[in-house]
């Protein structure tokens, strides 16, 4: 069985941490909330680092619920992305140094989206996981998680239904 | 508009809406009328240049508290819970209107619902880009009268 000699590790890196860069910096409102990802492999990991304009209670004071909720939609949308990226880049099918921001695949379409807000966002850094329950041709299942100080204590958690664009006319 | 009311002002002390721009158009009776401006900053698909869901999601969120708010005899208010669909795209270049309504309320739980149009949509009432439903927190600072001894 021959197999070929495997890439040198930062070429691998890089060009998924490019990939990753373009499509997560692609969304403004993603950037307006100063939104990043963070990658572990193929797992990601967003950061929403605390600002002042985030605040929807200055009494508490606490984040907004529709920075939260705005937060875990674009987490979801992102690892939902990410996941099919990764795999066309994987089996070859996407080179990700044609990659830009005029080649991106289209993004997922929210169909509906449940938040269910467990705590109030403390004001300090957030951060967000989604796991795709279920991804079929057409629709598929996201769940997000959302927590702060504390990877146990979750402040939020959502469900989304999105629409996936057809993969084979995507830009 | 009825007059600058607490909940109005509330409104306007709120950071992010300040950030997003918006508007308390009409506020009364468990009612409330909210708007934001298109913004390139808050587009959520750069191929169409439609907002994000995560942009109406906030509008429609202050929204629904707002109408909370103007609920009679109500209190401070948090979100427990909101879902929102998502019918279709909002036209890009156009405002954003939500429209919620404090269905019921309970001691410490109220009830909302809410719709988001465009400017052509709002103006025709027509198809709404986004609805929502949603459960907030009340303390409406009245105590369950007590019944139960030690309670």
Known sequence: ?171 | MSDPNPAQRFIEAIPHAKALGMRLESIGNGKAVMSMAYDERFIGDPATGVISGGAVSALMDTCCGAAVLAHPESGPTATLDLRIEYMRAARPGQRIFARAECFHATRTVAFVRAVAHDESSHAEDGLPVASATGAFTLDSGKKKPKTEAGR
């Open chain 1, 1 to 171: 069985m021959t197999r070929s000699r495997p890439e040198p590790v930062q070429v691998i890196k890089q060009r998924r941490d490019m990939a990753l860069a373009t499509l997560a910096n692609g969304i403004p409102y993603s950037q307006f909330l100063g939104i990043r990802f963070d990658r572990r492999g193929d797992e990601l990991t967003a950061l929403l680092p605390f600002d002042e304009q985030l605040i929807g209670n200055p009494f508490l004071p606490a984040l907004h619920g529709g920075v939260t909720s705005a937060f875990l939609e674009i987490t979801a949308i992102i690892e939902l992305s990410w996941s099919m990226l990764w795999e066309d880049m994987e089996n070859g099918k996407l080179d990700p140094g044609k990659l830009d921001a005029e080649h991106l695949p289209r993004l997922p379409k929210t169909i509906d989206f449940t938040v269910d807000y467990l705590r109030s966002g403390l004001p300090r850094d957030a951060y967000a996981r989604a796991r795709v329950n279920r991804s079929g041709r057409r629709y598929a299942s996201v769940h997000v998680e959302a927590w702060q100080d504390n990877r146990a204590r979750l402040f939020a958690q959502a469900t989304g239904h999105f629409l996936i664009p057809s993969r084979d006319t995507g830009g």
